[in-house]
DNA sequence: TTGAAAGCGCTAACAA
DNA sequence: TTGTTAGCGCTTTCAA
């Protein structure tokens, strides 16, 4: 039986109240003389509060769910450990949940958060055709950041990057290589995400006067494989193609492999960037130049946002864009000839 | 104000025992009649427990710490999808907490989630030399399971990798290709497991009748920079060195750089074995041939073995070793007219 | 400066 | 089969 605020108080000759307006660190109402006494009690029995009772009439937990996709991805370390290090900050503790974009963990786990009566909850998903669930969890009072993929909603609070200029920027450093002919590998084009970039792309083109051509356009899906199959479908349907923009990093090492596989040479045959900047991407060789998407940044903001939320203070901004970044690494080079 | 178990009594006029004992599924002491009443009030008010209420009568919250020293080391991300989807199976959530194997964060994490009442803890730290409060935690009566970085003490729980053995295969392949003079790029020595590893390259070079040097053996990190560094030493020290054990494969990816940057190429005038197989080792090239800790499985086996300590089920073992298991891929060759 | 007492939402003896 | 009641450990209002 572990000690609690009653043992304290008989052993002081005090009230709880008086405990507890010393343990939470009530500057007033209690004598240095009893304050002093109780504390060395609390030392000597080595109290602790039980945070569980206290929840249950502060209806605060001190706690937040933090929803990812998947935390192997190796895109979401770096996001987890931002909103794990902000929280730490503030006090708070962080529930990790992986929803595989499978609609009906997301359900469940927003259940069990909301059982646990955790204070607020991050949110990423890429299930943005059916987000009812989302919509209905952001009204349902609880507040709630959404990151990296947008979901459209008014008053939503969110930590995004802005894809498009990420997809016009990649584009661009190509065009500004001398390529012209570049092909683009996708995410799954239901996320907003990779519209969004692809809609990037397709500007930086039609910007410097290049025709867009669907045959150089795949749709992938952000895992390593939609990077091997999508640059051998781009290879063989284009022999002049000389630069590929994968729309995230591992579709980019599935390109390096195929492209590989084909008997080119990065960047000298072909030249790639990616997106995202995982920490892997600077130790591949050659080196892969790509978007930086800040995402240990990211968390720490969505961490700091929700806690704001959580505790009545007010925010400057309901929605929070980075700006993506170009790394020129090795792996992009002047056309050949150009 | 959320609906609570008392609405749902005034509701269907019975006494809140009631709806608890539907609420909880207790099979017996409750007509069909009333349960059935109740079921459908709880679904038309949309009733959902509150766990912080149930959690302080029941001394139960189903939930459980998992403690590491940095989610966004690639090593840790495959282990805490493991425990997460072992943890949801059964019911649990998982608090995530980074230490940065620092002492008083770990501490401070410890105080934390038992405030909160996890219900048990997975621990994983190297703060070996000074693990007093990790001792003092296990013997604290909650439950814990110790992963991947070992403890010693009586009745501890954990589920380990025996990284002696993954040492000797490791160094072991490399003799079988011929090599002798062999570079060992260890862990920091003061981590059990970076001394087993070196206790298992030791050994193999040993049972061959291979002398071991110690100009053949570095310290290194943990990190990609101590195979940066490490590889340097290595072969400035050794003109004859002819491959290389790196503890971890973040120190391989280092490690290529160096050997790279020398001129040398791998797998032909350096073989190159790493430890780990996180996922990107697959991509680099060459592939890197590794010593595989299953991480997916390893945390799934832990949480499930902390599930049943705290549900008091038998467990037919304390302690479960995982074997190390050796990938052969491209960085490893015969040695140059061997 | 201090304390009495109510109550947060739930479970679980025990009684009916 | 059902209900009464106490109590988990804490905060908070109100009174002294």
Known sequence: MAV??????RLANVSVTTVSRVINNKPEGVSEETRQKILKLVKELG?????????????????????????????FPDIARGVEDSAHIYGYNVFLCNTDDNLEKESEYIRALKEKYVDGIIFTSSSIPKHEHIIELVESGIPVVIMDRRVDSENIYGVFLDN????YIA????????????????????????KERLEGYKKALLDSGIKIDE???FEGDYKINGGIIGAERLL??????????????LMAYGAYKTI??????IPDDISVVGFDDIQLSQILEPQLSTIKQPAYDMGLTAARMLIKLIEGKKLKKKIINFRPQLVIRQSTKLVKGG
Chains 1, 2 share one sequence.
Do not use: W
């Open 4 to 9: 609690t605020i009653k043992d304290i108080a």
């Open 47 to 75: 109290y602790q509060p039980n945070a569980i009772a206290r929840g249950l009439v502060t209806k605060k937990t001190k706690t937040i769910g933090l929803i990812i996709p998947d935390i192997s991805n190796p895109f």
């Open 164 to 167: 498009y200029e990420g997809g």
């Open 171 to 194: 584009t661009k450093h190509l065009i500004d290589l001398g390529h012209e002919k570049i092909g683009c590998i996708t995410g799954p084009l239901y996320t907003k995400s990779a």
């Open 215 to 217: 045959k150089l356009i």
């Open 236 to 249: 063989k349907d284009n022999k002049d193609m000389s630069a590929i923009f994968a729309c995230n990093d």
């Open 260 to 265: 590989r596989s084909f008997g080119y040479k």
